[in-house]
């Protein structure tokens, strides 16, 4: 569970210590951007989010969300040092209150109900195809439970 208030008063006490034009990043999160810079400098306001997709060491996306008072200059920095000295495909996002992740796993859970009827198949059948895939000491869950979670959610 996030609080804004220790957001905005973490961000209180970095941006006291920080030179002026030194990047700042949040980890995306549920609470937006602008909400967690209210009260900071128009410089500091100029930040933007980031959310390394896990496992990071083996998944090369980066996801970079702007705020509205994110720059031009600072956009291209930020899609280039991605992509050159992270190694990251780099993704442009504009906010909205969750990982892009969930948007296309929906999709999946969409297309998964579609395949499951077209087939014939029952929940009982589909579940255990959807169990984790374990890579030595990391586990990856492929497609996340689709039928378990949606029992739950609707």
Known sequence: MEYLDIKKFLFEKVEFYRKAGTLIS???SEIP?????????EDFRKNYGTHFF????????LKI??????????????????SRFLGKTTILCKYTPDFIVNHIRLLSIINLFHTTKDLGL????VDPSTNPIHW????V???YHEYHWSRYLG
């Open 26 to 28: 949040s980890n995306i």
């Open 33 to 41: 951007i602008h909400l967690m810079t209210v009260g900071r400098s």
């Open 141 to 143: 869950y492929l497609p």
């Open 122 to 125: 029952s929940v009982e059948e």
């Open 136 to 139: 030595t000491t990391h586990i």
């Open 65 to 82: 969300l702007l705020t509205t008072k994110t720059t031009p200059q600072i956009i291209r920095f930020l899609m280039d040092y991605g």
């Open 54 to 61: 896990n496992l990071p060491r083996y998944l090369k996306i």
